[in-house]
Structure formats: C-alpha cells, structure tokens
C-alpha cells in the first residue's frame, strides 16, 4: 500500500514538471525518427515488395555470389582483426601497467600511439600502407627491389583494420588492468609461481572477459568498416563496400537494404552479445581498486623483450602516420621525391579545399554542442530520473553504436527521399545540411551518453535534491547544479562529437551532394583514383585540425575543468 502512494507520489510529480516531461517527449520522438525509422524502413524495403510480405529481395541476394563471398570475407577478417588487435592491446596495456618503464619517452610514445587513431580519418592507414608497400612503395620498390609486391585485399585490409584499432583495446585492458588487486598476484609469487603462471593461472583469467568484450568492440568497428576496405581492398568486397555498389553501381535499393539489413544483424547480436553478457561479466570478475601500489617489474628477461617489441610496434604506426605529410610534400610518391607545395596548392586553388574544409567544419561545429547537450541530457535522465520510457530513451540512443555507417546511410536515403515521409518538411531535409548534421549526432550519442552517464552516477543525489527542495524546476537544477558538475564529460562529449563528425566518412558517403563538398568524400575520392598527393594533403590538414581540437580542449578543462576548481577550493 505504502509502495503504491509513494509510486503514485512519484508520479504526480513527474507530470507536474512540464519541462521535463517536454523534454522526454521531445527525446522519444527525435530517436524514433532518426534511429529507430530509418532501420524499420530497411526491414520495410526487405520484406515487403510489390506482391506483398516475401523473402524474394533476400532469396534474391542470397544467390548472388559476390553477396555470399562478401559475407565470408567480412566475417574472416572481422575475426582476424578482432583477436590481433585484443592481443596486442592486451601486450601494450600489460607492459604499461606491470613494467617499469626507463624513460618517460615510452610513457609519450604509448599516449600518442593511443590518441592517433582518435584525431586522424579512418583510412589514412591505408594510404601510409600503400605507399609504403605497394608497387611504388618506399619499403617495397626502393629498399627490397621488391616491384610487383601488392598489398590490396585480404591481408591490406587486416593489416590496416588491426593498427586502426589496436589502441582502442589498449585504453579499455589499461583500465581493467589497473583495477586488479596486486595481492591476488603477489600471493602467487609468494608460493613459488614464474611471472609467466601468475600471467596465465591469475591475470589473465581475470581480464578474460574484458579482453573477449574488446575483441567484440574490435570485430563490430571491423566489419562496419566502410573506408579502409574501400581503398585497400582491392578486389576484395566486404559487406560495407558491396552494400554501397550496389546503391552507387547496381541502383539495387531494395537488393542493399536486404544486405544492409544482413550486417545489422551481425552487428546487433555481437553489440548485445558484448552489451549485455560481456560487460555484466568484467565488472564481476574484477576486484575494484587496488589497496595499494603494485609493484613494477624489474626483470630484464622480460622487461626488455615486452619493451622492445612494444617500441618496434608504436614507431611503426607513428612512421604509418607520417607518411601522410611527407606524401603530401612530393612532387610524385614513388619516382620523384623534391620537396613540393603544390599539393596544397592545388588542394585550394583547384579542388576547392576551402569550401570542403568549410563546410566540414561548420557541419561539425553545429554538430558538436547538440550531440553534447543531448547525450548530457539522456545521461541525466537515465541515471537520476525515473519513468517508464527511461529504458527506451537509454537502448535507443545506445543503438546507434551498434549500426554501421553504409546502413544508416542508407536508411536514411530510403526514409527520407522515398519513404512514409514522401512530402512535407522531413522530406525536404534529404540532400541538405541539416540531413548531415543528424548523422553527425546519431553517430556520436552513445559516446557521450556513455561517458556522462559514468560522470553521473558519482554525483551524490542530496545535491540536486537540495535544490528541488528549494523550489528549483529540473530544468534550474540540470543547468544549475548537474551540468556544472559534469563539465569536463561535456566538454570531452562536444571534442568528440566534432572529432568523430569532421572524421566520418561511412554514414555521409550516400547522403552527400554536390552543394556541400566534405573532406573525407574528398580524401577518400582522390585515393581511390590514386591521386595520392592530393588526398594527403587533404589528411594532413584535417589531422592539424582535429589534433588541434583534442588538444584545445585537454586546455580548456585543465584550467575550466571542475576537478580545477575542486583543488583550488
């Protein structure tokens, strides 16, 4: 009975806040239009043909033998890409966190390898790999006499995808690594055990179901992968590649819906799979803080291996990257190497380089604050409010993570030029700005929902319910008292959100027209006619501008930052 008044208690007062129940209804409606719709009209465009509910369009595709051969080779190197790139993340993390470390310039080394794949596009990998092993490859042609060597197809693509992702299962092993208790492997090596069966019997069992969920993470990111098997594939179709042929090549929509409807559910069942078992899984085994610090290891014998080959490993990628300058200083990558400009040159004089770096950053900067203010607001709502649709609001907006670009893009062109919406305002937002800008949002919530959400549930409740017992609307009490003490997840959420908006290229590729020219279309158009200088000289300048963001805002919250303004007070 008492449980029953304070439910409806509870409720009288929820609905008694008009700004918060606004602002719920608002958020249902924006995701099920822009997350939920565009992937119901995938299943639509499917299932339903012109004789009615059938399984022809899948039939149809099912019996195409690229389809087939694009299935395997997406799950072969998803895979492939998934364990090396958890093991070695895995060895990174390991020796940072267990291995005394001699000088400092490991400590930057490990920070930088981490931080380049965040502030560079996706497929300037694939450019460096190029360049540096194909047929005009300054590794391959000019130190091994190597000229037919070809790095195109199953082994480009992996390689690539593996030093692309590697460092995002780094920084998720480093946190789980520092969360385990030395004593649990101290208590081993006081009963006699070698470094190695204390590593096998102790740690890894421990870290076992965060390394499965960083391989999982790894696959999903590898197989929704768009640009890189695009430019270093070859003759090597993946899912994401075949899917866009066949809207750019075939006019096949309703055949690449089927398919994009295929790789949704490879993703969707992985993202549960990692979401929803793994996660539960790795925050059980794990013992909390340390009670106290570990003791580093010393021991040459493995100390120096771990390092060395750790070294070869991060001056490798860092060389991958800056390839991509120096590609853009000569006159011809491969035969002539004098230092030029006329790349960059070119880059504004005849490709218009101004107008694609306008437009991507503008597109980017309206971007940023909303995705920001959203996924500050959704974090608020799921960890502090109570309400039937929290669970809605929270999975939906979550979702996003686990579809792939080409899908969404695709959705999006089906929804929004041919779909329920046919007139009317909706229908006019296909081919414009504002159809960019929602991507750019939809693709950057879960980040910032995550991370505001974590930032969330360390605030104690007495504060805000201060405030409320004062009087304060939510609204007051979000703008007033939570969102200051969020700053620096807001503040991270809005770097991000433009980061990964200006880096993007899988989501836009299909919505694109020609009234707005973005740098990724541009970099991955001039790649893929091999007109090599030209597109890294459009890298080279979007990864000074994305590397100036990051670390812009690692200033802006050093000295604006909440945890600032705790330790001065």
């Not at 009963?191 to 999982?216: D, E, H, I, Q, Y």
Request: charged residues 15%; positive net charge.
């Amino acid at each position: 009975m008492a449980r029953t008044q304070s439910a409806d208690l509870d409720r009288k007062k929820f609905f008694a806040d008009p700004v918060m129940v606004t602002t719920i209804a608002v958020l249902i409606a924006f995701l099920s239009l822009f997350i939920l719709y565009p992937l119901a009209i995938l299943l639509v465009d499917s299932f339903v043909t012109d004789n009615g509910l059938t399984l022809d369009v899948f039939r149809r595709i099912m019996g195409m033998s690229n389809f087939r051969r694009a299935i395997s080779n997406t799950l072969k190197v998803g895979f492939l890409v998934g364990i090396a790139s958890a093991l070695i993340g895995l060895l990174f993390a390991y020796v940072e966190v267990y291995v005394r470390l001699r000088t400092r310039f490991m400590e930057g080394l490990f920070r930088v390898v981490s931080m380049l794949p965040v502030v560079s596009p996706p497929f300037v990998l694939s450019l460096s790999m190029i360049m540096l092993f194909g047929k005009a490859g300054i590794v391959t042609r000019y130190l091994l006499h190597i000229y037919d060597n070809s790095v195109y197809g199953f082994w480009g693509i992996a390689i690539v995808q593996t030093l692309t992702f590697f460092p995002v299962c780094y920084m998720m092993m480093k946190g789980l690594l520092k969360n385990i208790d030395p004593s649990l492997e101290e208590a081993a090596r006081d009963m006699g055990a070698s470094r190695w069966k204390v590593f096998t019997s102790v740690t890894l069992p421990l870290v076992l179901p965060g390394l499965g969920n960083a391989f999982l993470v790894t696959f999903i990111e590898s197989i929704a992968d768009f640009a890189n098997p695009m430019i270093i594939g070859g003759s090597y179709d993946t899912l994401a590649t075949t899917i866009y042929l066949q809207i750019t090549g075939a006019y096949d929509k309703e055949g690449a819906s089927a398919m994009a409807v295929v790789l949704l559910c490879i993703t969707l069942f992985m993202f549960i799979l990692q979401k929803y078992w793994l996660e539960a899984k790795s925050t059980a085994t794990l013992t909390g803080k340390a009670s106290r610090e570990r003791m580093l290891i010393t021991d040459r014998s493995v100390t120096l291996p771990l390092t060395i080959l750790c070294s070869l490993l991060a001056v490798f990628v860092i060389v991958m990257y800056i390839c991509v300058p120096f590609g853009a200083l000569f006159r011809t990558w491969g035969y002539d190497f004098h230092l030029t400009t006329k790349w960059f040159q070119q880059v504004f004089k005849r490709y218009k380089g101004l107008k694609a770096f306008k437009d991507s950053f503008v597109l980017s900067l309206i971007a940023s604050p909303i995705t920001a203010l959203l996924s500050m607001i959704i974090s608020y709502l799921v960890v502090k409010r109570k309400f039937r649709a929290r669970g809605f609001i929270e999975a939906v907006s979550m979702l996003a993570m686990a579809v792939p670009g080409t899908v969404l893009g695709i959705g999006y062109i089906r929804g929004f030029s041919s779909g329920v919406f046919r007139t009317g305002f909706l229908q006019g937002l296909y081919g414009t700005g504002a159809i960019l800008i929602i991507v750019f949002v939809v693709r950057s919530l879960p980040t910032g929902t995550r991370s505001g959400i974590s930032a969330l549930r360390q605030i104690d409740k007495s504060i805000e319910e201060s405030a409320y017992d004062m009087g304060a609307d939510s609204f007051r009490v979000f703008m007033t008292v939570t969102l200051p003490l969020i700053k620096d997840s807001f503040l991270s959420g809005l770097v991000t959100a433009f980061v990964r908006s200006i880096t993007a290229i899988s989501a836009i590729i299909l919505l694109v027209t020609p009234q707005y020219l973005l740098i990724t279309v541009q970099i991955n158009e001039f790649a893929e006619k091999g007109a090599y200088g030209i597109a890294c000289a459009f890298a080279t300048i979007l990864i000074a501008i994305t590397y100036g963001s990051v670390l812009l805002m690692n200033l802006v919250i050093r000295y604006f930052g909440t945890s600032r303004k705790f330790e001065e007070e």
